[in-house]
């Protein structure tokens, strides 16, 4: 565990499953929003390198914690770590299990270690690392949990079981923690991201409406074939300080212009 | 037409179906960030009493245009005033036919001319209203629509015909919708309100997070059992903003705390 | 009207929206189960020609009636026919509006007298047509009501916002009757019919399963990309005889083997 | 593995997954459409009991064969038995943990174990079944594999993760498999079982459509509020003989007069 943190920290969030794109993204945007944030992730030479890469950008702490969520050992040890930085008030569980390879794999050849470690990765430690942040959330009465989905979530895929079967259940997961818990204030949402993730454009994705509406009228068609993972981290914090009034439970998010497959 | 405006004006919001809830919220927002909006429905009187209360607060123009939804000709009369305020980048509609009561009515009962009536002002009028708007979006590469749906848009209920058919075919129009448009750059989404719409709490929905996580700590369980309509008009403007590298489609929104039926 | 019988007629069954494939199919089923059918569409020459044919190969008696579903009058005139005939035990609605052309239609050239015939066809229709018959059903305390609907009853296609509003439309009134009716013994389905049907194949698509499962095995892939109309029918009539302590409300169907479209 | 079979097997079912009321129905079904059944559970001395009790019954060989779908080692043994005795034309997977209790259960109290449990029976379970059978299914170019859902394959509920993570993810993997095998001409297919099935009410849930539709008229409202397994079984045995022109991926049963649950 990586700290720079001094004073007593007060609000966590913390981002399960990061890697260079999505989970990167959203961590900076909280802790631009002045979150204590706690990234996990099973690399933890790589994780450690985000933590001071965002801390050095946004001057503030960042934790990196090692957490392999197929065994349930490390997700209790690695919530040990986040749960002693105080309340964690924002779970992001954004783990699975990357497919072996880009191509469909036939249903006869996939291993049933490697299909149960996928339903491992994506929904039981999702459930593992709901349990350890709940109780304070419920004794707080305030908590917000975004899990990721993607196509896969929602319609199964000739190929794709693994990734499918996992998606589904973590879905599921989603929607029976919403209601059983948004009566205790706790917000749960599924984001459902139907597209492929691409490096940050380097923009200013949280720049105001009237500096987006500008520049979109010279966007070429052909762009936004891929996803800004920025934009996408900023749904993310939309969906944590909605109004506990109107709560989103699932939202998708695609790119204006998705690739067309055959 | 009540128009309050001097200069040139240049970035156009309709809104249509405007009450003295949702859409007066969503109005009110767009005004105060800086959109020149124009609410439509059928009620002139009340609707300019809308339109004058907001350009106070605000200090801005709103202007109050009447339309029947169920009627092609005040339609096109209706957008004719509309459009030429400007360019219209955004469309919200909101428009729907109320029941005649709160009860389900027995099927046999329903008369067929109230059956097509609520057909055609959730479906046909956001149709033809689309059409509109769409070319000079379409001109211009730009552009957002926001239809509003209900839980009536997913699942029909006994007694609800009227409002789950005319529901559902405004969701297939938003679907048909953004598979054309958003490669040209326009952003149609459908935001599902699946709960009661109460009157503004006159609390700041716009808050920051900060604020609102102090004071959701303090908030008893039981409350939050209605939607604050200024905090659907937020989730309303998010959509507008959203770069057009990670747009939603559908998103759902309900109180915290919704109420049980049986 | 045109009219076979003689003996007092009993067991109706009233096929709306009949052409030379899934309805003549299903038609021909109900008659050859024992039903008195009537057969019902616009065309009222190649209807009777339907009749003629059904009626000779099975040596019963069909009713063909013209019905225009876009037509309040003609719904209600066709339907006084029909109910002539005796109880109306099963009402199968098929009709809806066929696209002018094949390839789907820009929104904006989308007229609005079109868009509004299709939703009128696909769902309006099948409103007034159920009210007809509904009533005599509760009475009796039976009967059923198949709906027929598409792969755009489900999601939304570019270009396609007349089939889909009112596939969509038709699909709420499904759920709504089958809420409200069910509890009364009248059973309420919808098929989702997800491919294109060609011509009966002639086969025996009734027969016996060890018959089938013996051609199964030299059927070459490749076959059954289109869908026999037969084979369709069979399966609304086994959705009408379904035992009432286990009754569907959605089924799809789709052929083995389907098309990609890219 | 309890034989009463003497001469060659050809057509075999295998019933995963049978207690006294579905499984068995579905199982009996088989049997008398002149399939050589293999009925799989964990318990053999009930199983037996089954299986003695339908070959007596139908005078035909049914086999029980002890089956542990949370150990891969015992599916594999169990399918050996099952592979032995010839070409498994169908599979019907039933199979899932019973919740603890009858009540909901905090989901905070849901042992780890107890989750991971639930998700192997009801999801990695089926997966490693469907691979014992689907080669032999994939030669031969025929084949039908049913998987049992629920309610809760569709929508979460609070204090059912444990159901709803495992069902969901069977129905992804029902998915997966349909789009992946349907073309080589293997039917597979799920169904949504949307209610409390109950004892065999003894009748004739084959009878004929006459026979149904006389009896019906004198069926008191209030009935079929539990569902007959008897005719949930027969839904299983129309599914499998579909014409492969037209095959249902997804279909839902429930009784007319559903219980309301607040």
Redesign the interface.
């Known amino acids: 565990m990586k700290s720079m943190a001094s004073s007593a920290p007060q ?1 966590i969030a913390a981002i399960v499953g990061v890697g260079p794109k999505l989970g990167r993204s959203i961590a900076r945007k909280f802790v631009h ?2 979150y204590t944030v706690a990234i996990l992730a099973r690399d933890l030479g790589r994780l450690s390198k985000f933590a001071d890469e965002i801390a050095r950008e946004e001057k503030a702490q960042v934790f990196a914690i090692r957490i392999d969520c197929s065994e ?1 050992r490390s997700v209790r040890e690695a919530f040990e770590g986040v749960l002693s930085l105080g309340f964690v ?1 924002v779970l992001v569980y954004n783990a699975y299990q990357q497919p072996p390879n880009w191509h469909p794999t ?3 050849d ?1 291993r ?1 270690d490697s ?2 470690k996928s ?2 990765v994506s ?2 430690g999702a ?2 690392c ?2 350890q942040v ?2 304070g959330m ?1 004794e ?3 908590g917000t949990i975004l899990f990721t989905g993607c196509s ?1 979530s929602l ?7 693994e990734l ?22 706790i ?1 749960i949402a599924h984001v459902i991201i139907d ?1 492929v993730i691409g490096p940050p ?1 380097g923009g200013q ?1 949280s720049s ?3 500096q ?2 500008t520049t ?2 010279t ?1 070429p ?1 052909g762009v ?1 074939v ?3 993972p ?3 981290a ?2 993310y914090w ?1 969906l ?18 998705p690739p ?1 497959f ?1």
Chains 1, 2, 3, 4 share one sequence.
């Open positions: 609000r929003e002045g349930s008030e036939n249903f006869t996939i049933l299909f149960e339903l491992t929904s039981v459930f593992h709901a349990q709940l109780p419920v707080r009465g305030r896969g319609k199964g895929i000739a190929g794709r079981s499918c079967c996992g998606k589904f259940a973590l879905r599921a997961l989603s929607q029976c923690l919403s209601m059983e818990f948004q009566p205790h204030g917000h597209g454009r994705s105001s409406a009237s987006r509406t979109l009228g966007t068609i936004d891929i996803m800004d920025d934009a996408v900023q749904t939309q944590h300080v909605q109004d506990r009034s109107a709560w989103t439970q699932e939202i998708d998010l695609r790119p204006s212009n067309k055959c």
